[in-house]
């Protein structure tokens, strides 16, 4: 198995909602990161995971939560979320920790907050 | 001024022609990637150079380390081409190694 999978792959929110964004690798990586994407615009990084802890937080708002249960495992929960926020979320991952080689990217999950 | 510069921003070209992205970076790197994304999202990772030349089928990547520039180089140019290219350089901010991505460059490849 060598790719990311992400779920949903589209999902329509409310301000009010509780939601989250799922990311799942089997190919033994242990640094996973989440990108946000808006249209036209390059990927900006939000949260890298190093061997399940939390290395790099770019800032991110509270309202956006990752969560590393385990190594093939990553999720990002969503709370209060603004429609500035609608965006392609991508997942990656690397082998050998956040300082390596090639990331390997998902399909990305297409939020849209109403 | 952006870390990573990608030229051109559009790129239209005939099949069978050959195409070529650059991408200049003005901090220190330790790695350079090419990226494709096509049109729904998903990225593909082509290339990770830190040195020379790579070649995966028609694509070729070049970098220059003393110039601080790379070469994405697409030869016989297929529509199935069609995409974003994306530069993005590895460098350390603030005592942390990140991606930089440039902006992309979108090519469109014509029947």
């Known amino acids: 198995d060598t790719e990311v999978t992400q779920t949903p792959k589209h999902l329509v929110m409310g301000m009010t909602n509780k939601k989250s964004l799922k990311c799942e690798q089997h190919?033994?990586?242990?640094?996973m990161y989440w990108y946000k994407q808006k249209a036209k615009k390059p990927p900006e990084l939000m949260f890298v995971y190093s061997y399940e802890k939390l290395s790099i937080n770019e800032s991110v708002p509270s309202r956006f939560s990752p969560e590393c249960p385990n190594s093939s495992l990553l999720n990002l929960h969503l709370h209060a979320l603004q429609p500035e926020d609608s965006a392609l979320y991508l997942c990656?991952?690397?082998?050998?920790?956040?300082?390596?080689?090639?990331?390997?990217f998902g399909p990305g999950t297409r939020l849209t907050v109403l | 001024k952006n870390e990573v510069e990608q030229s051109p921003q559009n790129l239209t070209a005939q099949e069978g022609e050959f195409i070529t992205i650059n991408c200049s970076y003005s901090v220190g790197i330790s790695a350079l990637h090419w990226l494709q994304q096509h049109p729904g999202g998903g990225i593909v990772s082509l290339f990770m150079l830190s040195s020379g030349k790579k070649k995966h089928g028609r694509l070729i990547a070049t970098i220059n380390i003393q110039e601080k520039h790379s070469s994405l180089h697409i030869t016989a140019s297929h529509p199935r081409d069609s995409a974003v290219y994306i530069c993005?350089?590895?460098?350390?901010?603030?005592?942390?190694?990140?991606?930089?991505f440039g902006k992309g460059t979108k090519l469109t490849v014509n029947p």
């Open positions: 190919m033994g990586h242990r640094a």
């Open positions: 993005a350089v590895r460098t350390t901010q603030g005592g942390s190694e990140k991606l930089v």
């Open positions: 990656a991952s690397s082998p050998r920790g956040a300082h390596t080689d090639t990331q390997y």
